[in-house]
């Protein structure tokens, strides 16, 4: 199967205000506090010789399993049931069928499919539920990262010989159809100022994806009617690169120490996530990077610079909880050290052990 790119570009653009959204979010009214929670558990991976989880980049939870990848170390999908029990894991690595060189990106589809993007080969690899390997998705298309909503899937950013131009594309899978999204040229000029390699697609419940451009303000949602700004960051630059600064950063791209390090320039918002009740981001600036937590009902916003749960960074989320990623290290913290002491849950923890999982419901 092989996807060509088409040449229709959609009109979505990033001429959106904050008069566009239904929910704005203004960073001057946000109050420090810390997190305090309904409902905490603590789930330990199993950690076996078969096992043995080298770096996590990203984790989804879905279909009742935990799907953890370590894309640089072992270059491996590992499988977990809701207790930690390891089911089992892709690690298929070649140029034969169902093999990858690269694992840049993955995904689930809604019957429990599991989508592999091979970034060097520029191709998806599609297994069942199981892990045993169905068919490849053969693409003409350079991009970083993807997300799956029913028939269709999103990549961004879209580049060519290291030139980005567009950051975001939709594909039809049964159609064969791809559309380009965000092309305008102002925009791409600054899409290549800084080149952070964060998932730019964030999974919330109730089938909604979250897509976050960088340099903007507006949060933007995948959902069944398509893509549609969401969520407005008011006051959130401090201030918004000048295209003074633009362009010094792009002639000085190799040097990251030059990229407004000692700034509070604004970048990205990433990690966003929903529950029912809530939502939390976190604002990137440099070097500053704080996470946020949005009560829907009362309307007020948090900063929790420290989660006491052992990470101050959210992970994702199921159902109506959040949930982190946990690697406790050998020089552990008090705070870390009395987790362990007073949690049943891992009362068998041991210092090589593979990342816990803590699945959480706020009480702010």
């Given at each position: 199967m092989v996807v060509f790119l088409q040449s229709c570009t959609?009109?979505?653009?990033?001429?959106?205000?904050?008069?566009?959204?239904?929910?704005?979010?203004?960073?001057?009214e946000v109050v420090t506090d810390t997190l305090k929670?309904?409902?905490?558990?603590?789930?330990?991976?199993?950690?076996?010789?078969?096992?043995?989880i080298g770096r996590v980049n990203k984790v989804l939870i879905k279909n009742g399993r935990i799907y953890v990848a370590d894309f640089r170390r072992t270059m491996t999908l590992f499988v977990f049931d809701m207790d930690g029990k390891f089911l089992f894991k892709i690690d298929k690595r070649g140029q034969g069928p169902g093999e990858y060189l690269v694992l840049q990106d993955f995904d689930i589809q809604t019957n429990g499919d599991i989508y592999i993007f091979d970034q060097y080969k520029?191709?998806?690899?599609?297994?069942d539920q199981e892990g045993k390997y169905l068919y490849d998705i053969q693409t003409e298309v350079f991009f970083k990262n993807f997300c799956l909503y029913g028939n269709k899937m999103y990549w961004s950013p879209l580049f060519e010989r290291g030139e980005a131009y567009a950051c975001l594309a939709e594909y039809d899978i049964a159609e064969k159809k791809t559309e380009l999204l965000f092309t305008d040229e102002k925009y791409m000029n600054e899409l290549e100022v800084i080149s952070y390699t964060d998932h730019t697609f964030?999974?919330?419940?109730?089938?909604?994806?979250?897509?976050?451009?960088?340099?903007?303000?507006?949060?933007?949602?995948?959902?069944?009617?398509?893509?549609?700004?969401?969520?407005?960051?008011?006051?959130?630059?401090?201030?918004?690169?000048?295209?003074e600064n633009i362009d010094f950063w792009k002639k000085?791209?190799?040097?990251?120490?030059?990229?407004?390090?000692?700034?509070?320039?604004?970048?990205?918002?990433?990690?966003?996530?929903?529950?029912?009740k809530y939502i939390t981001f976190s604002p990137r600036n440099i070097p500053y990077n704080y996470t946020v937590l949005y009560n829907k009902q009362s309307k007020t916003s948090y900063f929790i610079h420290d989660q006491k749960i052992g990470s101050s960074r959210v992970n994702g989320s199921v159902g109506?909880?959040?949930?982190?990623?946990?690697?406790f290290r050998f020089d552990l913290r008090p705070s870390d050290k009395s987790i362990i002491e007073t949690r049943e849950?891992?009362?068998?923890?041991?210092?090589?052990?593979?990342?816990v999982i803590v699945i959480f419901e706020p009480a702010n």
């Amino acid at each position: 199967m092989v996807v060509f790119l088409q040449s229709c570009t959609n009109n979505v653009t990033q001429d959106y205000s904050l008069d566009d959204v239904p929910i704005v979010i203004d960073m001057d009214e946000v109050v420090t506090d810390t997190l305090k929670t309904n409902y905490i558990r603590y789930i330990p991976l199993e950690t076996t010789k078969d096992c043995l989880i080298g770096r996590v980049n990203k984790v989804l939870i879905k279909n009742g399993r935990i799907y953890v990848a370590d894309f640089r170390r072992t270059m491996t999908l590992f499988v977990f049931d809701m207790d930690g029990k390891f089911l089992f894991k892709i690690d298929k690595r070649g140029q034969g069928p169902g093999e990858y060189l690269v694992l840049q990106d993955f995904d689930i589809q809604t019957n429990g499919d599991i989508y592999i993007f091979d970034q060097y080969k520029q191709k998806f690899l599609v297994y069942d539920q199981e892990g045993k390997y169905l068919y490849d998705i053969q693409t003409e298309v350079f991009f970083k990262n993807f997300c799956l909503y029913g028939n269709k899937m999103y990549w961004s950013p879209l580049f060519e010989r290291g030139e980005a131009y567009a950051c975001l594309a939709e594909y039809d899978i049964a159609e064969k159809k791809t559309e380009l999204l965000f092309t305008d040229e102002k925009y791409m000029n600054e899409l290549e100022v800084i080149s952070y390699t964060d998932h730019t697609f964030y999974y919330s419940p109730d089938s909604i994806i979250y897509f976050s451009p960088k340099l903007s303000e507006i949060i933007f949602s995948i959902d069944k009617y398509g893509i549609h700004p969401a969520i407005g960051i008011k006051n959130i630059s401090y201030p918004k690169p000048t295209q003074e600064n633009i362009d010094f950063w792009k002639k000085n791209i190799g040097d990251i120490s030059l990229l407004g390090a000692k700034s509070t320039y604004f970048i990205q918002t990433v990690n966003i996530y929903e529950t029912d009740k809530y939502i939390t981001f976190s604002p990137r600036n440099i070097p500053y990077n704080y996470t946020v937590l949005y009560n829907k009902q009362s309307k007020t916003s948090y900063f929790i610079h420290d989660q006491k749960i052992g990470s101050s960074r959210v992970n994702g989320s199921v159902g109506k909880y959040f949930f982190s990623v946990i690697t406790f290290r050998f020089d552990l913290r008090p705070s870390d050290k009395s987790i362990i002491e007073t949690r049943e849950e891992l009362k068998n923890w041991q210092e090589d052990d593979n990342p816990v999982i803590v699945i959480f419901e706020p009480a702010n």
